[in-house]
């Protein structure tokens, strides 16, 4: 089944020369069904690109979802132009007029300043709390997995010495949870932060499973017991080509930037990146929505 979206979105063009199928609100509306109602809490400054990625990933499940995109209203974004937000987007204030099957809050370059110093965080606070009782399920990502598992369970970031930049495997560490059903014992996912959360500080807090994690990255994916908080730290929602971006980006803007690991063929950044993440992308989105929205949310609980 479609992801439902805007006619005019700058991603549909794209997703369909992928042959991801998407359905305009026109055509949706002609279907006697009710589509799961996803918002995304896009707080990254490539919003288009962001948009683009998790779209991709949503649309490739037998499901309907419809989605919102949601700004935070008392933020200034620099990325991207007004008119695009007006036109695609609702303010976080309209957010809480309406209830969700699910949620995804992105990652954020802001992962360097205190969580209180961020001038969003007030109204990101009161997103996170509102979501326990109006949204069915909660996908956290990187910044915002780092976020949600500061402000709701008390468990501090803690700076790394170096940026973790590049693709990583991770190993499950329990066989039985409907989140990992189809995966390998060993998995990548893409890595680009410069804080973590401590497996020790996690594992204090009995109403979190830890799902999996890694030797170079500690904890990578954990969910709140009742399954209505999922917190990944990674990104693998990236294209193929998002960490060769950041890469010469940060090194044409003199920033101290390593290679990204096991990333670039033989560490040879002439060459062409290539995914490796991919299927493990499209299961991980396709289990959140059937097993942790569509399976268990109530059918009125969007209405």
């Not at 110093?117 to 780092?146: K, N």
Request: net charge negative.
């Amino acid at each position: 089944m479609p992801i439902k979206i805007r006619s005019d979105l700058p991603a549909r063009r794209i997703l369909e020369n992928e042959n991801i199928f998407v359905m305009t609100d026109k055509r949706a509306g002609a279907q006697d069904i009710r589509p799961l109602k996803i918002a995304i809490v896009n707080l990254m400054p490539t919003k288009i690109a962001t948009e683009t990625q998790l779209l991709r990933l949503l649309g490739n499940t037998p499901l309907q979802v419809e989605i919102s995109l949601i700004r935070m209203e008392n933020h200034e974004s620099k990325n991207i132009n007004e008119e695009h937000l007006q036109k695609f987007y609702i303010g976080s204030n309209d957010l809480f007029k309406h209830h969700f099957d699910g949620m995804i809050i992105t990652g954020a370059p802001v992962e360097q300043l205190p969580f209180e110093e961020v001038d969003y965080w007030t109204d990101l606070c009161e997103i996170m709390d509102w979501a326990r009782t109006s949204v069915f399920s909660t996908l956290y990502i990187c910044w915002g997995a780092q976020a949600g598992l500061y402000h709701l369970h008390g468990i501090p970031k803690k700076k790394l010495d170096k940026k973790l930049f590049g693709i990583f495997q991770n190993q499950r560490t329990t066989l039985a949870d409907p989140l990992l059903r189809g995966f390998d014992d060993s998995f990548p996912i893409p890595q680009s932060r410069h804080t973590t959360v401590h497996y020790s500080d996690v594992i204090q807090h009995p109403e979190l499973t830890i799902l999996a994690q890694s030797d170079e990255c500690g904890v990578t994916i954990v969910k709140s017991n009742d399954n209505r908080e999922i917190f990944m730290t990674g990104h693998l929602e990236y294209d193929t080509r998002t960490l060769a971006e950041e890469y010469w980006r940060d090194k044409d803007s003199g920033l101290p930037i390593e290679v990204p690991k096991n990333y670039f063929p033989g560490n040879d950044t002439s060459l062409p990146p290539l995914s490796t993440w991919r299927s493990t992308a499209h299961l991980f989105y396709s289990n959140w929505l059937n097993y942790y929205v569509y399976q268990e949310t109530p059918f009125n609980f969007a209405e």
